[in-house]
């Protein structure tokens, strides 16, 4: 009998929150390391009561399987079992809060003169409401790996979970009727990968992802992501595959922002169009320091009163909130996050008649809470500012005076939204940005809701990508997303500098500008690596005049720093319907600069038009995760059963020791692993039940020493079950 070698997971027809009997069929996506067609023979013929349901055959080798678990468990015993194919949970990123309305002009159709017409947009995510009279005229069909039949539905309240947001996706990119999406003329096509509730796992966003490529789409939206930040994170390598078949992927940058390195894949693919989420026109609150001439952004906490104060007042250090507060009339009142509620914080200033209060966060990134404790409301404002500014604000108690101003938010980098760059070959994510706070659109019935996210800023990129499609199908793939690239807006903060690469990539995307670029740069975000030691890198930028007339490419010198050499071409001549390759030196010696991260533009133009080229390399090294996608899942189908577990360690290591403690007493409970020189990338293994120990949920403990000897720790939560999911 001839052997494969397979890896399976298990994708469950859920019916409501039903538990599935023992007898009852199940379906399984077995990946194969052989032909996909010769295994299908080898079923047909020794398991006929097995169903194939589906042959995978484009983004990896594989078969849709039905059967009992008595069926599916007689064919794995003989098979040869490799490894679990990895199992990361996605989950849409959206954010939904209290958003007021915000009348939203949707870009670029009316200026660019197109609809994207003709072109096919496959949106993979929670299912489509295609009867919503803004949708049902476009919406032309697809599949659900869910339930894995061709009716890609949202999930509804008698199902699960109820979902509703590939229904807002769709509508950004492709409504028509009271609300006009950006291309409201693109065909739309549903993959309903995640399920109740808009989770689902990466062999579910692998799957819909085939089934795009196989319909022929255009291109292809992921408004979904995950928690691990790697270039080789297996969705990111279907999506790197779905590109190389013609296919353009337009994904989500995610919402773990704003520190670094928080970008997660499919959004870490190489050849991905990763989209930042910026403010949507509203008017918004800060505090103006005139003294300092410092603007400094507040968020207000749910349940708090407006933030209308306009005279200047002096602040008042309130601690942690733990003790008693002098009178503070006249005054706001500044906390640091802590132990004690945000209410009670509230009410001690209230108490002693404080005009306001600020409480700022005691870690990195926005700080999102609420005063409302089911008591009398708070009668005074109180909002939220970022560790940073809270810092400086005690710094300088002395001479800082306060007022509130309203001030216009659009083109602002939204705080949430995810900062890359990506680990290992270190590549600046997202590349573009786009409106995604907040955005309404189409909702499952026939209304409309405003959501924001980078889920919401995608699918403006994919609809202006069909326009660009529509107007130029005689460009490539790369050229129509590098019209886009190139002649997107950078976008400044408040106090007029540039937000970083990692922020922001190119900046605003602007579609009708992209549609009539004379020039374009197919890769124009710079990515020059890791310096360990003085050496030159090297950058090739592709650039395609699409004009007919002759253009001037020209770049600016740097502003001259020591340890850091630049070899730029200074003046290129590009012909018409010319294709030129142009490279960019860098030498770097880390001995002079300093370890970490290292980016900025540089400045460019052709005509009177100005381009600035991101550009990034790390020294040494820099404080990014150094392991992540710590799971562990039960496999019972073989003859005894097993725990597959996997961990992506961007830089390996040459020792990885993982203890597990409980999580509400710190104790330590037992070693779960020792593994010697790993390499960097995903690690996947087996161990037994025994080996495993008891199931639980635990604080794992990740302890990695380096190759020179230097050891690193990593708190990841960890779920450990002896039960399949579904069960």
Known sequence: ???????????????????????????????????AAAYR?????????????????????????????????VLFQKGHLLHIHPVQTYEATSREGDIPFVTQEFLGSKEAGVTGKGVKVGVIDTGIDYKHPDLKRNYKGGFDVVDWDDDPMETTPKEGE?????????????????????????????????????????????????????????????????????????????VNKAVEMGVSVVTANGNEGPANWTVGSPATATKALSVGAITTPQKSAVLHESFHKKLIPIVPLQGSEPWQQRRSLPILDGGTGEKELPDAAG??????????????????????????????????????????DGKEPISIPVAAVTKKDGQWLLENEGTVQLAARQIELQNRMAAFSSRGPVTRNWAIKPEIAAPGAPVWSTVPGSGYQALQ????????????????????????DAQQIGALLTTAQKLLKPDGTPYDPIEQGMGKMQPAKAIAAPLIIE???????????????????????????????????????????????????????????????????????????????????????????????????????????????????????????QIYLPEGAAELRIDLYDPDTLIHDRRLLIRKHVDAGLLKGSMSKREAGKPGVYLAMVQLRTEDGKYVNIELPLYLSDQMLGK
């Open 1 to 35: 009998m001839k052997r494969f070698s397979l890896l399976f997971i298990f994708v469950f027809i859920m019916t409501g929150f039903q538990p599935i009997q023992a007898a009852e069929q199940r379906t399984v996506i077995i990946e194969l390391d052989e032909d």
């Open 41 to 73: 023979k080898y079923v047909e013929l020794h398991h006929p009561f097995i169903e194939i349901v589906e042959e995978f055959d484009t983004l990896f080798q594989g078969l849709a399987l039905r059967g009992t678990d008595a069926q599916l468990r």
């Open 162 to 238: 109820a979902t509703i947001h590939g229904t807002h996706v769709a509508g950004i990119i492709a409504a028509n009727g009271q609300m006009k999406g950006i291309a409201p003329d693109a065909e739309i096509y549903s993959y309903r990968a995640l399920g109740p509730g808009g989770t689902g796992t990466s062999v579910q966003v692998i799957a819909a992802i085939e089934k795009a490529v196989e319909d022929k789409m255009d291109i292809i939206n992921l408004s979904l992501g995950s928690s691990v930040n790697g270039p080789d994170w297996p969705t990111s390598l279907a």
């Open 331 to 372: 005054r706001i009142v500044l906390f640091k996050r802590g132990k004690i509620p945000f209410a009670e914080k509230a009410r001690a200033a209230e108490r002693a008649n404080a005009a306001a209060v600020l409480i700022y966060n005691d870690g990195s990134g926005p700080l999102e809470a609420s005063i409302e």
């Open 453 to 476: 996210g980078t889920s919401m800023a995608a699918p403006y990129v994919a609809g202006a990508l069909a326009l660009v499609k529509e107007a130029h199908p005689e460009w490539t």
């Open 523 to 645: 890769n124009p975000l710079l990515r020059f690596g890791k310096f360990d030691s003085k050496q030159e890198a090297e950058y090739t930028l592709v650039v395609h005049n699409v004009s007919d007339v002759q253009q001037q490419l020209q770049f600016d010198s740097p502003k001259a720093e020591s340890g850091i050499r630049w070899q730029l071409p200074m003046n290129v001549k590009v012909n018409p319907h010319e294709t030129k390759r142009m490279k960019i030196g860098l030498s770097v010696n880390p001995d002079i600069q300093k370890a970490g991260l290292h980016q900025g533009y540089l400045a460019a133009k052709y005509g009177k038009l100005e381009l600035q080229l991101p550009y990034l390399f790390l020294v040494k090294q820099a404080d990014y995760p150094k392991a992540m996608g710590l799971e562990m899942e039960w496999k019972p189908l073989d003859r005894k059963g097993e725990y597959r577990y």
